[in-house]
């Protein structure tokens, strides 16, 4: 068995090799999408386009303007005298908010009254946006209006040391809430998914188109064999795209692995090997590369958009978080942002590791059976 094995690999490796395009392919283009997802996949939302309607034009509407502007999360476009001029840059989608100071805003902060309003606009289209745009709004306006509130405080005499109630937030695992630093970790899985799944179908449908899979199924080779064989070469070809893809996110991003590197190797492995099998599964039912592709679409797809890599799993509906069970990279997801951020290991993540265990060697029992009875053994 293992003499018709390492032949099989041999003949996996040998054609691999061969065919330089598709290996240059294989090893550029995930450090390429790397790099693209890397700076376009981002959370973070900086300088959105803003437009002011200053209709108090005093030192006060100045400062609450330029609390906007220093912040960095918004920029002034272009400042306005009438509120109706404000639909034009919403509806054209030419800025994103827009601030509105009414006439008595600096008269009512010097007379002392208990509240004073301004009002912001958002562009409601990306839901997304406009919240987070809405929180940044919120807290400079919070931050204006407290550094009011102390110096009217000092004027009248009061000495004011120190706030009674302070917030200091104390964020672990990512203290500086950068979302790369979340992104690359999540964008490893899904360009091992988007490489290997094709890898494995593509190359078993070929040898069906070249009539090569009917000489192997006259010889003695059994399934199993056939289905390791052209599964191991696989393996190595995913381990050498995980160890470049995680120096590239180190070195070039600077997201480092916190956790054990010998432990995110380890957990690789499981979901490679799931990957793989998922890609021979398909190989057996279908006859043609184009049925191949569409068929391994159909599984990539719901693979990203219920594993939480796009949108949070809590935030789906019930029905739907249960499918997401069933999503090997809901559990590759997990394992890898936790050993990259966290730096949990493997007691933190032995029900993921299972869990992918579990699927790998179902879908290669599955591929066993269907190969074994396509061949008649």
């Known amino acids: 068995m293992f003499r018709r094995l390492k032949h099989i690999v041999r003949k996996e490796m040998t054609q691999m090799f061969r065919d330089r395009a598709s290996l240059r392919i294989m090893i550029i283009t995930p450090v390429m999408q790397l790099l693209v997802y890397g700076y376009v996949a981002t959370m973070d ?9 200053d209709q108090n034009r005093t030192q ?18 272009d400042q306005v005298d009438a509120v109706t001029r404000l639909d034009w840059y919403l509806d054209h989608g030419k800025a994103r908010a827009a601030l509105v100071i009414p006439h008595d805003y600096a008269q009512s902060l010097k007379t002392g009254q208990a509240t004073t309003s301004v009002q912001l606009l958002l562009d409601g289209t990306n839901s997304n946006t406009a919240t987070i745009a809405q929180s940044y709004a919120a ?27 302070e917030n200091e ?12 630093n979340y992104m690359v970790p999540g964008t490893i899985c899904i360009l091992l998914l988007q490489m290997l799944v094709p890898l494995t179908s593509l190359g078993i449908v070929r040898e069906k188109e070249r009539g090569t899979i009917d000489q192997l199924r006259v010889t003695a080779i059994r399934p199993i064999e056939m289905i390791l064989g052209k ?14 893809i995680i120096a590239v996110g180190w070195l070039w991003f600077g997201v ?10 380890l957990m690789s492995g499981l979901f490679i090997i799931s990957a793989l099998a998922l890609g021979i599964f398909i190989s057996t ?21 219920l594993s939480g890599f796009l949108f949070p ?3 789906m509906p019930a029905a739907m978080q249960y499918i997401t069970y069933l999503i090997p990279l809901r559990y590759f997801l997990r394992v890898v942002r936790g050993i990259f951020l966290k730096g949990v290991g493997i007691a933190a993540l032995w029900p993921d590791a299972m869990a992918l265990a579990v699927f790998g060697v179902l879908m290669l029992s599955l591929s066993i059976l269907r190969f074994g009875r396509m061949s008649g053994k």
């Not at 006060?60 to 476009?77: A, D, H, K, N, P």
């Open 45 to 53: 939302i900086k300088q959105i386009p803003f437009v002011v309607c």
């Open 60 to 77: 006060e509407s100045r400062q609450l303007v330029e609390s906007f502007t220093t912040s960095g999360y918004f920029q002034v476009i």
């Open 139 to 165: 807290n400079i306006i919070a931050e204006s209006g407290f550094r009011i509130v102390l110096e009217r405080f000092r004027r009248m005499g009061s000495r004011v040391e120190r706030v009674l109630l």
């Open 169 to 180: 937030p104390r964020i672990w695992y990512n203290p500086d809430l950068k979302s790369l």
């Open 231 to 244: 599964t191991l070469p696989g393996v190595f070809m995913g381990y050498f795209n995980v160890m470049v």
């Open 256 to 265: 480092p692995v916190k956790g054990s590197l010998l432990t995110l190797l």
């Open 285 to 305: 039912i279908t006859e043609s590369q184009q049925q191949a592709m569409f068929t391994g679409q159909f599984f990539m797809v719901p693979n990203m958009l």
């Open 313 to 315: 799993i809590s935030s």
